[in-house]
């Protein structure tokens, strides 16, 4: 579901874009490759690092969070859990 959300979905700075979905060469029903654009990092691994994290980086993040939250919603689309 999400990924059909995501494929018609303008860009946005503070959202993923996905790029391609790719049948896989293994006969199993259901499965596919989704290729995402190219991220250095995600939130997830910025948060489990031994990163000290500043009230400026929280307050960074917790920005581009909403920013994507508020594009989403514009296209009227509720997201029901964020994941970093």
Known sequence: K?????RHLEPHE???SVLD???PESPYPGDFYTIFEHMDTDLGKVIRSRQVL???HI???TY???RGLKYVHAAGIVH???TP
Do not use: A, G, K, W
């Not at 999400?2 to 995501?6: A, G, V």
């Open 80 to 82: 029901r859990r964020l």
């Open 54 to 56: 500043t009230d400026d």
């Open 59 to 61: 307050s960074y993040f």
């Open 14 to 16: 503070n959202i993923v």
């Open 2 to 6: 999400e990924i059909r959300i995501l």
């Open 21 to 23: 979905i790719l049948p």
């Open 64 to 66: 581009q969070m909403f």
